[in-house]
């Protein structure tokens, strides 16, 4: 059993998220070089990158210089097994980012040192801190003009709502960039740019030489132990427990493309990160929901499904569903069942992920994702256990905002569009609407690059052309009712706006904000929601 603990204790799993162009995916790749996990790093170069980053395995994502999809990659380092999961920051993906941040027991927040805390970041701050995630932050690009650490400090706190509690302080900026101080070991690490070097190329100074340092860097060290000295004195000690309580910030400095300042944070993941936490569920008990909260190291397998990739493999035509584990151990080979079907998970393969590289999983833990390789059956949201019939909460889905319409070019292209858009819609790419009165299938999303990418990979890799034409809907109500008899009531008065999504959850879709309040004004009875969470569970009531 102690073998077991000590498994679980080693595990790390965070999420990097920012503002798009803050340098998340380069510090994604500089993390993954340090550890080991990688040789080389791909810079994202945008269309003409001879070589991508390597988190970004999807075509469009290639020809972009974006993520559009979150990855998940895996490392040793220290002896921990870190689980990293970059995030999508372009806002039209938000979806995708919210569901990750479901699955992380930890946050690392990239801001751009000249930009600060950015439209997006404010989103993903938001949904961490109604989850208590603890926030580590990185704050990049110190080697351009940038603005003053101090400021961005205040910046941090005012959004975040939390204290920050430097851990290393940079000494000047862009040209005049010396490097930073290191307040947890008292040295002064040299700035040298360039891509290539790695932690041990870089020259390190005790504190203790103050005269040689100050000699060296002149006004900007001075000016450098004067600002830390204000920001230290104005800010509280490190405390670990207001820290993983969501609480209080430690924030770093450096600049990711030069690989500077990326092993403070590397290690600050491994002393001060969470090890996998308590995940709430409900338990089913003569067909009620009883809630429980499974401990990592409790031993039945539990894991839930926060993310399913269509053709991530295009010679296989495979889905993959990412699991987090919960708690645990999984072996291959295993009985297990998926909750909401009752039905047994029979992968045809569990691999773990080092980007674009998979590996057959020999074991795996609490804080562990993997991937199991599957044809079909599993959704977003889906609890797959060994034994008890769980139900993990919490997985959201958002109404979507904006709709197309879609017209196949070659009407005898239909089934696999229609494959398609069951897979894009069941990984959560976009949400598909199937109208109860039938005619054309209509497309939600969050934002219209989803749309973009939707098209882009039914062509791609379902050989479907299609195109996308506006409707009249401007909006969607997943709805409820108190009786069965009350839902064909409304179902009759209002047979051309119903429809149902992916998971077979009934919708109300709207062409205006009235919309609703005269329906529910009509049918008191009838619940309308913004928000729901995986089929398996009772919608959320908020209205």
């Known amino acids: 059993m102690s073998s077991f603990l000590n498994e679980v204790r080693r ?10 162009d803050a340098g998340k995916t380069t510090l994604t790749e500089k993390l993954l070089l340090f550890s080991g996990a990688i040789q080389i790093a791909g810079a994202v170069k945008g269309r003409k990158a001879s070589r991508h980053a390597t988190s970004d395995w999807m075509e469009i994502e290639k020809q972009r210089g974006i ?17 990293l999961l970059d995030t999508p920051g372009h806002k039209d993906f ?11 027991d930890s946050a690392l927040m990239v801001i751009d040192a000249a930009n600060g805390v950015e439209a997006q970041t404010r989103r993903l701050i938001e949904v961490c801190r109604q989850r208590d995630t603890p926030i580590i932050t990185f704050v990049n690009k110190m080697d351009r003009e940038v603005r003053d650490p101090l400021d961005i400090l205040d910046e941090v706190e005012r959004e975040l709502g939390m204290p920050c509690v430097p851990m ?90 030069n690989n500077f300042g990326v092993m403070e944070v590397l290690d600050a993941l491994v002393d001060l990160a969470p090890a996998p936490r308590p995940r709430l569920s409900h338990l089913v008990v003569n067909k009620q929901a009883v809630e429980k909260t499974i401990q990592p190291e409790d031993e039945g397998f539990a894991g839930v499904v926060f993310k399913v990739q269509a053709n991530m493999d295009a010679n296989h035509r495979d889905r993959i569903a990412f699991v987090r584990v919960a708690s645990g151990k999984f072996t291959p080979g295993m009985k297990l069942k998926v909750q909401r079907t009752a039905k047994e998970l029979r992968p045809t393969s569990v691999v773990t992920f080092m980007s674009q590289r998979r590996e057959a999983v020999e074991e795996a833990y609490a804080g562990d994702i993997i991937g199991f390789t599957t044809h079909g059956g599993v959704q977003l949201g889906d609890t797959i256990t060994d034994g008890p019939a769980l139900q993990f909460t919490g997985l959201p889905f958002f109404a979507p905002e904006l709709f197309m319409t879609v017209i196949l070019k070659n009407p005898l292209r239909t089934k696999q569009l229609q494959q398609g858009l069951d897979q894009l819609g069941e990984e959560g790419a976009i949400q598909v609407f199937k109208p109860e009165a039938g005619g054309a299938m209509l497309l939600g999303a969050v934002g219209q690059l989803q749309f973009e990418v939707v098209q882009h990979r039914l062509k791609a890799e379902y050989d479907c052309d299609v195109k996308l034409e506006s409707c009249q809907y401007t909006g969607a109500r997943w709805i409820t009712a108190d009786t069965p008899a009350e839902l064909r009531e409304f179902n009759h008065a209002y047979p051309q706006r119903m429809a149902l999504d992916a998971a ?5 879709l709207c062409t205006s904000p009235y919309d609703v309040r ?6 008191p009875k009838i619940h309308f929601h913004p928000l729901r969470e995986h089929a398996g569970l009772a919608l959320s009531t908020a209205g």
């Open 67 to 83: 993520s559009v999809a979150s990855s998940v990659m895996q490392m040793l380092y220290r002896d921990h097994v870190i689980n």
């Open 168 to 257: 290393t302080w940079p000494v000047g900026q862009g040209k005049l960039f010396g490097g930073i101080i290191n307040l947890r070991t008292q040295a002064m690490t040299v700035f040298d740019s360039g891509s290539e070097r790695l932690p041990q190329d870089f020259e390190t100074h005790p504190l203790s030489d103050q005269a040689q340092l100050a000699e060296r860097f002149g006004l900007e060290w001075s000016a450098a132990m004067e600002s830390m000295e204000l920001a230290t004195g104005a800010s509280p000690q490190f405390d670990k427990e207001a820290f993983l309580a969501g609480k209080q910030t430690p924030v770093f400095f450096g600049s990711g493309v």
């Open 518 to 523: 005269l329906a529910q004004e009509r049918f």
């Open 504 to 508: 077979n959850t009934l919708a109300y």
């Open 94 to 104: 938000s979806e995708d980012t919210y569901r990750v941040l479901t699955a992380v």
């Open 11 to 20: 595990r790390r799993t965070f999420a990097i998220i920012s503002h798009p």
